[in-house]
């Protein structure tokens, strides 16, 4: 399901509310991807980028962003 306005979530160590994401990734939010049944979205957009939420352990809820640019330039 995506939606276009924010819907904070956390994991064990911290919980993300829109204006700490918008100052890790230093963009600015769109819309968010979250897959039946999760509570931590798979994918956000940005204004700039495509971010993918991974899972960085299956025991703990710990995550990281990978930042893809939407607009790739090509020479």
């Known amino acids: 399901m995506i ?4 819907k904070t979530f956390s994991t064990d160590t911290e919980t993300h509310t829109q204006e700490t994401f918008e100052e890790i990734v ?3 939010f ?6 039946e049944h999760e509570s931590i979205p798979s ?3 940005t204004i700039n980028y495509v ?3 991974k899972r960085s352990s299956k025991i703990l809820s710990e995550i ?5 640019p939407r607009n790739p330039v090509c020479e």
């Open 51 to 53: 971010i993918i939420v």
């Open 3 to 6: 939606i276009c306005e924010w």
């Open 64 to 68: 990281s962003f990978e930042k893809i």
């Open 43 to 45: 994918y956000i957009w």
């Open 26 to 28: 230093q963009d600015e």
């Open 30 to 35: 769109e819309a968010m991807m979250y897959k």
